[in-house]
């Protein structure tokens, strides 16, 4: 019961935040093209992820994550690489924390890189869909993909 109060209370937070945000743009990078594309809407997004078992609990995680914003006469692409450390607390509910690296690449020379400490849940409601959030804050600086420094990625899976 305490489990499903504390994730019904990091949701409720997380929604009110993103909802309370104004839209601005991001202060660490800008795109000029004759014509754009607006970078909110990514072209292409992958995610990759490996696990390693440390013990019956603990696992090492490491994830790829690929965003990639085209126009017409460049391609920006933003690639995140978090290293989580996950601890299950239950069969279904799991937390991650650790370091994350952030690379920007436009047209293929990398312009930015920058680091932050990442930490979330995943909760598997059965075999076939999760839901998990992770909230990024920089180490150095701005993170690259928000204008906020700060950064919540929630999400919702579903295997087919």
């Not at 809407?41 to 440390?54: G, Q």
């Not at 607390?89 to 370091?99: D, E, I, Q, Y």
């Not at 680091?115 to 995943?122: E, K, N, Q, R, V």
């Amino acid at each position: 019961m305490k489990i499903r109060i504390i994730i019904m209370c990091f949701a409720l937070f997380n929604c009110t935040y993103l909802l309370s945000q104004e839209s601005r743009q991001p202060q660490s990078y800008t795109l000029y093209d004759d014509i754009t594309t607006p970078y909110e809407v990514p072209k292409n997004y992958a995610k990759y992820f490996s696990e390693y078992k440390i013990n019956e609990n603990l696992f090492f995680r490491i994830e790829n994550h690929r965003t990639t914003f085209n126009t017409l006469t460049s391609e920006t692409n933003l690639f995140e690489y978090p290293f989580f450390v996950k601890y299950y607390a239950t069969k279904r509910l799991s937390f991650l924390v650790g370091p994350k690296l952030d690379v920007l690449e436009v047209d293929g020379t990398i312009q930015n890189i920058s680091t932050s400490f990442s930490s979330g849940f995943l909760y598997k409601v059965n075999d076939n869909v999760s839901f998990d959030g992770v909230f990024n804050a920089p180490i150095n600086g701005k993170n690259l993909n928000s204008a906020f420094g700060t950064s919540y990625r929630l999400g919702t899976k579903v295997k087919f």
